[in-house]
C-alpha cells in the first residue's frame, strides 16, 4: 500500500479535473462545473474530434455507459475512461459508440481478417 502514492494520484486526478472544467467553461460547452458529474471524466475539447462549437450531439463529459452487445445480447459497460480514449486518442466521430461486447468485437475483428484472407489479401498487410 502506497499512501502516499495515492494521495499524489487524487491531486493530479483533481487538476486533470479542474483544468479540463476550466477549459469547458472558456468554450462555453458548460455554464456550470456542476454540469460535471462526480463520477464523469470532463472531455478536454482540443482532444476531441467533436468539432469546436458544443452541440447535443456530443457530450461535454465520459461517463460509464451500459449497453447490450447487438451479437449475443449480453450488457457490457464501456467505461468513462475506455470513451476518453476512444474519443481524445484515435479521434473517434461522436456518433461512433460500442455496441459489441468485447468477446464480440475479438470475434468480429478476427471474422473480418479471416474474410479479408479468403479475399487474397494480407490480413497483416497496410
Ligand atoms: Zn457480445
Same mark, same amino acid.
Given at each position: 500500500?502506497?499512501?502516499?502514492?495515492?494521495?499524489? $494520484?487524487?491531486?493530479?486526478?483533481?487538476? +486533470?479535473?479542474? *483544468?479540463? /472544467? &476550466?477549459?469547458? %467553461? *472558456?468554450?462555453?460547452?458548460?455554464?456550470?462545473? *456542476?454540469?460535471?458529474?462526480?463520477? &464523469?471524466?470532463?472531455?478536454?475539447?482540443?482532444?476531441?474530434? +467533436?468539432?469546436? $462549437?458544443?452541440?447535443?450531439?456530443?457530450?461535454?463529459? +465520459?461517463?460509464?455507459?451500459? +449497453?447490450?452487445?447487438?451479437?449475443?445480447?449480453?450488457?457490457?459497460?464501456?467505461?468513462?475512461?475506455?470513451?476518453?480514449? @476512444?474519443? !481524445?486518442?484515435?479521434?473517434?466521430?461522436? @456518433?461512433?459508440?460500442?455496441?459489441?461486447?468485447? !468477446?464480440?468485437? %475479438?470475434?468480429?475483428?478476427?471474422? /473480418?481478417?479471416?474474410?479479408?484472407?479468403? &479475399?487474397?489479401?494480407?490480413?497483416?498487410?497496410?
Amino acid at each position: 500500500m502506497t499512501r502516499r502514492g495515492s494521495k499524489a $494520484e487524487a491531486r493530479r486526478a483533481d487538476l +486533470f479535473r479542474s *483544468s479540463r /472544467i &476550466a477549459k469547458l %467553461l *472558456s468554450r462555453g460547452w458548460i455554464k456550470e462545473a *456542476s454540469e460535471i458529474p462526480a463520477d &464523469a471524466i470532463p472531455v478536454d475539447p482540443d482532444l476531441v474530434s +467533436f468539432g469546436s $462549437e458544443r452541440s447535443y450531439s456530443h457530450p461535454a463529459y +465520459f461517463r460509464d455507459y451500459t +449497453f447490450l452487445c447487438s451479437d449475443c445480447g449480453v450488457p457490457g459497460v464501456w467505461t468513462a475512461e475506455d470513451q476518453r480514449w @476512444y474519443y !481524445e486518442t484515435t479521434k473517434a466521430a461522436s @456518433y461512433q459508440v460500442a455496441v459489441r461486447c468485447r !468477446e464480440c468485437r %475479438l470475434k468480429e475483428r478476427e471474422r /473480418i481478417r479471416e474474410a479479408r484472407r479468403r &479475399a487474397g489479401h494480407d490480413p497483416d498487410g497496410k
